[in-house]
């Protein structure tokens, strides 16, 4: 029960947030995101857009790779049986699947690094992370 209410007032806030609804200009405003843990500094905002910069770079990458496996096997696909097509389709759809697995790696260790940014950010934070001691 406590868990829906909770997921209830989290949706709540998200909603206002980005319904532009508040925009923390005022103290009462500044208050709620704090309370809830959502207030942002301009770093937590800069990390944020690079991750998500970066997300969206590796991301398109992935598909392009994965638009090179596809054409690369409609080569082989249409062949007709001759080896060096045959050959230089095989030749590229293992240059994309290596390309795809370093997109992949790449956006695991930026996931992880940007992971332990934000923890290490909410370190000692009472209302993110329930760590450090409570002001008096």
Do not use: C, H
């Not at 991750?51 to 992935?62: C, D, E, P, R, W």
Request: aromatic share 8%.
């Amino acid at each position: 029960m406590s868990v829906s209410i909770t997921a209830n007032k989290v949706n709540a806030a998200m909603n206002l947030i980005n319904s532009n609804a508040l925009d923390g200009n005022t103290e009462e405003e500044k208050d709620f995101f704090t309370e809830t843990g959502f207030a942002q500094s301009a770093d937590d905002q800069l990390q944020a857009n690079i991750a998500s910069l970066i997300k969206i770079f590796l991301g398109m990458l992935g598909v392009i790779f994965v638009v090179l496996i596809m054409s690369a096997g409609y080569q082989w696909f249409m062949a007709g049986g001759d080896a060096k097509k045959i050959e230089e389709a095989r030749d590229k759809i293992t240059r994309a699947v290596v390309g795809l697995v370093i997109v992949i790696s790449a956006y695991s260790i930026t996931y992880f690094v940007f992971n332990q940014l934000d923890t290490l950010n909410s370190v000692g934070d009472p209302v993110n992370n329930g760590g450090g001691s409570p002001s008096p």
